[in-house]
Nanobody, 124 residues
């Protein structure tokens, strides 16, 4: 069973940056992709970015809403995935979730494992 623990959320002013991290443990050798989602109050969980999980070059995929502002990266040796968020806007305020999958990159919420989430609040 894979466990995911996010860190790095907090309060930031509009235009600022944050870097989220997600540490995976337990059975990570089976993973094929990791991703970031977010969910704002009253809204559905939204796909942000995903990265393949293998020792070869990482394939990435981004939602149009964050392309150019957010960057996903990984350190497989540390079993950690990151989300660098720049030029943050108040509408980026949400709970951010890390997810992991045994099959590969997908943009829907059908990931096998989820973290508990970390709050990101962007003030105007």
């Amino acid at each position: 069973q894979v466990q995911l623990v996010e860190a790095g959320g907090g309060l930031v002013q509009a235009g600022g940056s944050l870097r989220l991290s997600c540490a995976a443990s337990g059975g990570t050798f089976s993973l094929r992709a990791m991703a970031w989602f977010r969910q704002a109050p009253g809204k559905e969980r939204e796909f942000l970015a995903a990265i393949s999980w293998s020792w070869s070059a990482g394939t990435t995929r981004y939602a149009d809403s964050v392309k150019g502002r957010f960057t996903i990266s990984r350190d497989i040796a540390k079993n950690t995935v990151y989300l660098q968020m720049n030029s943050l806007k108040p509408e980026d305020t949400a709970v951010y979730y890390c997810a992991a999958d045994l099959r590969g990159i997908r943009t829907n919420t059908e990931y096998n494992y989820w973290g508990q989430g970390t709050q990101v609040t962007v003030s105007s």
